[in-house]
């Protein structure tokens, strides 16, 4: 067909009813004129019209010719039954809002998660040709990555022959001074080629040049776009100033593009990342073996992860000679840039929640396709006698599909909207666990996925009503009662039904096992006071504490500076608060083989109490403990635990162990210490689940630390913290509190992880039930006004009130009995998917499953009770006369 | 015009030869409304043919969408509006194609009609 020709069928799409008028107008003309011909060659003007008209031919044949001729028929087709189709919805508005609404929901919330899905796990990283960057790693064992020292970034910098650019990074923090307020910003040090890694041009100024990370080149710093808007206004000229950073001037150089690095948050709980400074490394730190070092690197073009694992391997290999004895069984590892951005669990939950919210919108489709298999069996006479006009079975298929098509595009553009609050109440709620560069919008692709959905969702539930074997003949159809529907309709509604409680009990089965879950973690012990203590962090400046005795000296200050205030009961100080993590160290016990690497807290003599942490034997801290005195550490109920069975030290009290512990200002040392007592455990790591670490506490006051955790317990938190604050300014004016957190908001952070995932899944299983009760619903309520006849008849024959209600709810308890086995046995097949996220809870819990079905059949039988006491009102004398 | 038109002798138009009928009417002819065209068309058939003259109308369209022909509005000898068409420049060329056509099909056939063996 010509290109030309093609428009032109186009367009007679839009002009249909010109085309009709015209072809009409002329037929009519031609028919004229013929007869004006005939009755001037001797007719009567009735014969003429006879012969003209035979002359022509079928008129309303060649009219339907005329129709392939001109337009594309398949699509004026489609669109007069489109028209039909939001005619019938219009025709019967209940059901129309009823089935968009539920259409809606299921559509919107599988487009909602699946922005969340492409945002995490599809869409490219926010930097140009991202599958070239990559980490580099120091790999302890073929499982596990550490970041790397000095002197081993160095050489992988210098002597590869893979990267384009490498760049090592690390978390810093600095108290700068803006609007007359000391603000702590969390930052970055990286090498000065660390921007040619992400390939980020500056939205303003530059990034570092070549040089700027080497001892000597003057202080400059870049800003992030966040940071520039949110704490400097977005002002152009801050460019041409300079900013204080803990006291020591810097160049603002550059502010960095929007989007890419303005979420870049270390942990959870931190602000994210507003400025980053070029590293200098001192001489100290290049000789010594802390390691501290997170590379990341940019691939040469053409150059696989393969290929440059291999580079490392030699760098490495090259190195044998310099790596320490311990190290020697280590190695380097390349990993693709976002391989640990994403952590197992949050995946896990996101994939779970994924699949139920498909479970979900399948039972939605599964209701829909019934409430349309119900207003089909209406419409069966209608199909047959269409058939026996000549429609072919495609024809009528198509006109199904096509009205459903209808429905499904309708439920697809309020699903867009549903998904639209979806996202907007759930995204504040979400970025804290997630990676920053992510980006969670309602873009093209999520449309474009609505749009599929839509799709196959209305394929899936226009098809099914054809599954039924039509009537084999007009008059049989013709026959069948008016409201009768077939006996396959009814086995196929029923069928339906089953499925949804069955897919319904799985969810619940899966949203109660992570309930259980959920409240055992609740019920882990902390093993520190929760309730009423206020944290907050302080950092103090290298400039103006340079030394271990000034820090030392201002924590004693601090703390009883603090302590007087009025509402103040007890005051720690700790380097990490509670399920903030610790340091961890390799504790020798002298004269024995082997080490053990212990977490390693610096903590003050008001730590404990404060926490209330039970000193179990022996004694706490104490502020005798201080420089000069003898190293003394205090070990947790774990560490004796492991020293008694490793070590057979079985009264570890005044015992001597060596501590690895680091310096004021950065290496580290060996120093012999004194165990002088054992507390009971506290949870130092943030995931709860994990098993009990082994930690030793050592006084603040002998190994001072610039970041510092303050810890206060108080008698009423509202009130206390401006006398806090006013306690710390008068101290020092400088220092800014940053981070201030209850116990109880580190704990609750703590298990948002396993909180929003098994609520959102909660909350789905719910969905899912209503869902289902209303499709048990459906097909009850319907059977009910099919039988009324029947019913009536065998009330009036002495059937009691009780036997009716009864038929009606055995129908919906063997509906529901069915629907709960199934559902059970796939439940159990399925829950193993659980078992990683489950704490303390096996999938296969009985309690799990007993409550699950439980609740499924008190729902469906609340739904079958409408209708089965309906049933029993029905009017016997009313019934038998009418028909319908 | 004989009112015998269901004589088993007449065939219908051989398909596909009506566009080329059309074409070659309005080029002898001029422009024409479409009962001319279908009536000329019977009287050079000389009943050769049998042809349902409203036929012709789904091939006019078909012409007038590709290009080959052009309309316009005008009143017939009943006073009533009716299209008027005529042959276009490409429908012109287009009637040498089919013409062409038509003959080497025809040469074709007859050459296999003709040898023996």
């Known amino acids: 067909m010509s290109p030309r020709r093609a428009f032109h069928r186009l367009l007679a799409l839009v002009r249909f009813g010109r085309h009709e008028r015209e072809l009409n107008g002329e037929i009519q003309a031609h028919l004229e004129l013929a007869e004006r011909d005939l009755r001037a060659s001797g007719l009567s003007p009735a014969e003429a019209r006879d012969v003209a008209r035979r002359q022509f031919g079928g008129i309303t044949q060649m009219q339907d010719v005329h129709r392939d001729s001109r337009g594309l028929r398949w ?370 692709r999520v449309l474009g996925v609505a749009a599929a959905i839509a799709l196959a969702v209305s394929l899936v539930i226009g098809l099914l009503p054809s599954l039924r074997t039509p009537p084999d003949s007009l008059t049989s159809a013709l026959n069948t009662a008016s409201r009768g529907s077939a006996r396959g309709t009814e086995r196929l509604s029923r069928a339906i039904v089953v499925s949804e409680v069955a897919v ?153 162990v060596t501590l690895a512990s680091p310096h004021y200002d950065g290496g580290t040392g060996r120093v012999e210490d004194l165990i002088v007592g054992v507390i009971q455990d506290e949870r130092i790591s943030r995931d709860l689940r994990s098993a009990r670490q082994p930690a030793a506490y050592v006084s603040l006051a002998q190994i001072p630390q610039r970041q510092i955790k303050l810890i206060v317990r108080v008698a009423d938190l509202a009130h206390v913290m401006p006398g806090v604050r006013e306690a710390v300014r008068q101290l020092d004016p400088q220092l800014a509190l940053a981070r201030i957190e209850t116990m109880e908001q580190i704990k609750t952070r703590s298990l948002a992880g396993a909180t929003q995932p098994t609520w959102l899944i909660g909350a789905f299983a719910l969905v899912a039930a209503l869902l289902a009760a209303l499709g048990l619903y459906g097909i009850l309520s319907h059977t009910v006004s099919q039988r009324r006849q029947e019913i009536a008849i065998r009330v009036a024959l002495g059937a009691g009130p009780s036997r009716v209600l009864g038929d009606v709810l055995r129908r919906a308890i063997v509906v529901i009995g069915i629907g709960l086995t199934i559902g059970t046995v796939g439940a159990l097949s399925l829950a193993r998917v659980l078992r990683s996220l489950l704490f303390n809870v096996s999938p296969l819990d009985p309690i799990a499953f007993a409550s699950a079905a439980l609740v499924m059949a008190a729902i469906g039988l609340l739904a079958a009770w409408i209708p089965a006491a309906r049933a029993t009102r029905v009017d016997a004398m009313t019934a038998m006369r009418t028909d319908t | 015009m004989s009112r015998d038109d269901t004589s088993p002798a007449k065939t219908e138009v051989p398909y596909g030869t009506l566009d080329l009928l059309i074409l070659k009417t309005l080029d002898t002819m001029g422009t024409m409304h479409g009962y001319s065209i279908a009536r000329r068309i019977e009287q050079v058939a000389e009943g050769l043919v049998r042809l349902s003259q409203g036929s012709i109308y789904p091939a006019l369209i078909r012409l007038e969408q590709q290009g080959w022909i052009s309309t316009r509005w005008g009143v017939s000898e009943t006073n009533r509006k009716v299209k008027f068409y005529a042959l276009t420049r490409a429908g012109a060329k287009q009637l040498q194609v089919e013409v062409t056509n038509w003959e080497n099909a025809n040469a074709l056939v007859a050459r296999f009609l003709e040898a023996k063996s």
């Open chain 1, 75 to 444: 699509a004026e087709n489609a669109i007069k039954d489109a028209r039909y189709g939001l005619a019938s919805l219009t025709r019967d508005p209940l059901f129309a809002l009823v089935a968009i609404g539920v259409l809606a929901l299921g559509i919107g919330a599988n487009a909602a998660m699946f922005s969340l899905v492409d945002a995490l796990f599809l869409k490219p990283l926010p930097f140009p040709n991202p599958e070239r960057i990559v980490r580099v790693w120091e790999a302890p064992s073929p499982t596990s990555v550490n970041s790397a020292t000095p002197a081993d970034f160095l050489a992988m910098q210098e002597r590869n022959t893979t990267f384009d650019a490498l760049s090592a990074e690390t978390l810093t923090s600095a108290t700068v001074t803006i609007a007359g307020e000391p603000t702590r910003l969390e930052g970055r040090l990286v090498s000065a080629t660390h921007f040619q890694v992400f390939g980020l041009q500056p939205f303003l100024g530059r990034a570092f040049v070549a040089g700027e990370d080497q001892p000597g080149a003057s202080p400059v710093v870049v800003l992030s776009h966040a940071a520039w808007r949110n704490q400097f206004g977005a002002d152009p000229r801050v460019l041409d100033r300079e900013l204080l950073l803990d006291g020591v001037p810097h160049q603002v150089v550059g502010i960095l593009p929007p989007g890419s690095f303005d979420r870049d948050v270390a942990r959870p709980g931190d602000g994210p990342a507003a400025f980053w400074k070029p590293l200098v490394f001192t001489p100290r730190q290049l000789d010594a073996s802390e390691h501290w070092l997170n590379p990341v690197g940019r691939l040469r073009p053409g150059v696989t992860i393969d290929q440059a694992q291999a580079d490392m391997l030699r760098v490495r290999a090259g190195l044998a000679d310099v790596i320490p004895a311990w190290k020697k069984d280590w190695s380097f590892r390349v990993e693709p840039f976002d391989a640990r951005l994403i952590d197992d669990t949050l995946r896990q939950s996101i994939a779970i929640a994924a699949i139920a919210v498909v479970l979900v919108l399948l039972i939605a489709c599964a209701n829909i396709a019934n409430l349309l298999l119900a207003k089909g069996a209406t419409r069966a006479k209608e199909m047959a006698v269409r058939s026996a006009l000549g429609a072919s079975r495609g024809r009528l298929v198509a006109q199904l599909l096509t009205e459903c098509l209808v429905l499904c595009a309708l439920g697809g553009l309020a699903g867009v909207l549903v998904a639209r609050v979806l996202m907007d109440a759930a995204v504040p709620l979400l970025p804290a666990s997630l990676p920053f560069t992510s980006e969670i919008a309602l873009d093209w």
């Open chain 1, 504 to 656: 319904s009990l799985v969810l619940i089965c899966g949203a109660l096992l992570l309930f259980r879950s959920l409240h055992n973690l609740q019920q882990v012990d902390i093993g520190v006071r929760v309730d009423r203590v206020v944290t907050a962090s302080i950092d103090l400046p290298l400039a103006a504490y340079p030394d271990a005795e000034r820090a030392a000296a201002f924590y004693a200050a601090l703390a009883e500076r603090v302590g007087s205030v009025p509402g103040v009961e007890r005051v720690g100080l700790s380097q990490d608060v509670p399920l903030g993590g610790a340091g961890g160290e390799n504790l020798r016990v002298p004269g024995r083989e082997g080490q053990m690497l212990v977490g390693f807290k610096r903590v003050d003599a008001g730590y404990f109490e404060t926490l209330d942490i039970p000193v179990l034997a022996g004694r706490g801290l104490r502020p005798e403990d201080r420089e000069g005195a003898p190293r003394v550490i205090v070990i947790n109920q774990e560490l004796s635990r492991q020293l008694a069975s490793r070590y057979d030290v079985t009264n570890p009290v005044g015992a001597k």
